[in-house]
């Protein structure tokens, strides 16, 4: 069956970091589509057999966090993620 994990992260600016974002999170297995939404930071995953934690995980390396759990190396991460989404 298919469900829905909503995400809120940090670092999120622009189209480039949702393409970079896009393109990690689409790879994970079991993950079927990926909305973004720049104005609310927020990362919609639908897919089967969604692992909340491998999600978390690969956001945080790309430097986009979950709202909270910011830090200036995430946020340095985000700004080379961003540029290379572009």
């Known amino acids: 069956m298919t469900s829905t994990e909503i995400?809120?992260?940090e670092n999120m600016r622009?189209?480039?970091c949702a393409n970079t974002?896009?393109?990690a999170i689409i790879k994970i297995p079991g993950i079927q589509g990926?909305?973004?939404s720049l104005t609310d930071k927020k990362v919609c995953v639908m897919g089967i057999g969604i692992n909340?934690?491998?999600i978390i995980t690969t956001l945080a390396k790309?430097?986009?966090p979950?709202?909270?759990h910011n830090s200036l190396f995430r946020k340095a991460t985000s700004f080379?993620?961003?540029s290379a989404g572009r």
Do not use: A, K, W
């Open 7 to 9: 995400f809120f992260v």
């Open 14 to 16: 622009c189209n480039g």
């Open 21 to 23: 974002i896009e393109s």
């Open 34 to 36: 990926v909305t973004i």
């Open 52 to 54: 909340r934690d491998v």
């Open 62 to 64: 790309l430097g986009y």
């Open 66 to 68: 979950l709202s909270g």
């Open 80 to 82: 080379i993620s961003c």
